[in-house]
């Protein structure tokens, strides 16, 4: 298992204990997180390049991991999801220019 394929096993398992630890506090955040993720005026697609430059600015790999995955499930390229970290860099500057090294790993990992 790849470094990032293991980061959304991390992810699985932190919600599952939140799930017995804190059930109607997670309940809640995937309800809200499943409602704002739905196609509206934006599309899968561009809400998880959205994503993608979110994770990137807020330096979480797990986030850069979560949301490449779902960007290449909902048909983004390589190329789009880039794009999307670099505009995080912009925005962000060298800290999340950093953060270009593990959306890297994850393109190559879950692209394979």
Known sequence: MGKMSQKLQ?????????QQQQPEAIKNFLNFMTSVERSGALDMKQKELINVGLAVAAQC??????HVKGALDAGASKE???EA??????????????YMTPLEEALDEFSK
């Open 10 to 18: 991390e992810i699985k398992r932190l919600i599952g204990k939140l």
């Open 61 to 66: 790999e797990w986030c850069i991991a979560l």
């Open 80 to 82: 789009e999801i880039i």
């Open 85 to 98: 970290g670099m505009q995080a860099v912009l925005m962000h500057g060298g800290p999340a220019l950093m």
